[in-house]
């Protein structure tokens, strides 16, 4: 019994502890974050089905968490990137809502040649790249990076390159986890709730 006791314990401090930091040097350097989309800023399940009037239906679970955090990191100056592998119009409604013009879906997962377009556009060399990803079609990008993450469900292949992992799984806070980290390091974090709040007061 005192064994059980002291797990549970254990457990409970854990869950509790403080978010693992990120190097401020990193950190600092971080112009652009790559996020793929099912299995981290979704949970990886797909909801297929047909409407009454015989249309195909395809819906997908956004954590609304996450999707503030990007609100508060794009407001910070870092910019971010959607790149996924499924074409799927709820990842680019997904996109819309959140005001992130850079949403890129290729069906043949070809993702590198993606975030390399992007890289020069926005003048950007690896070292100033984050991508957030899970599975196999991100480590061509994940092994370029200067700072590769893995979500807590990530496949073993993604883990062993990442730098840092989140304690939460895709679609469940992950990127929330992932943004708030890399702001704390950047010293931004607290600013930005400030001015995210004081933009909602009547003071």
Known sequence: MKRSVSRIVRA???AEAPDREISRGIAKGI??????VDGVLTDGGVYVGLSAGGEEVELKRFDIQDGLALKL?????????LVSGRVSAATALRAEELGIR???Q???ARKLPVVREIMERLGLDWSEVAMVGDDLP???VLTRVGFPVAVANAVPEV??????STRREGGRGAVREFVRALLLARGDWDRAVSDYCAARTDD
Do not use: Q
């Open 12 to 14: 409970e401090a854990e």
């Open 102 to 104: 850079e949403c890129y």
């Open 159 to 164: 883990r062993r390159v990442a730098l840092w």
């Open 31 to 36: 112009r652009l974050v790559v996020l793929d």
């Open 138 to 140: 991100d480590l061509p």
């Open 73 to 81: 990191l794009r407001a910070s100056g870092v910019e971010v990137a």
């Open 106 to 108: 290729d069906a043949g």
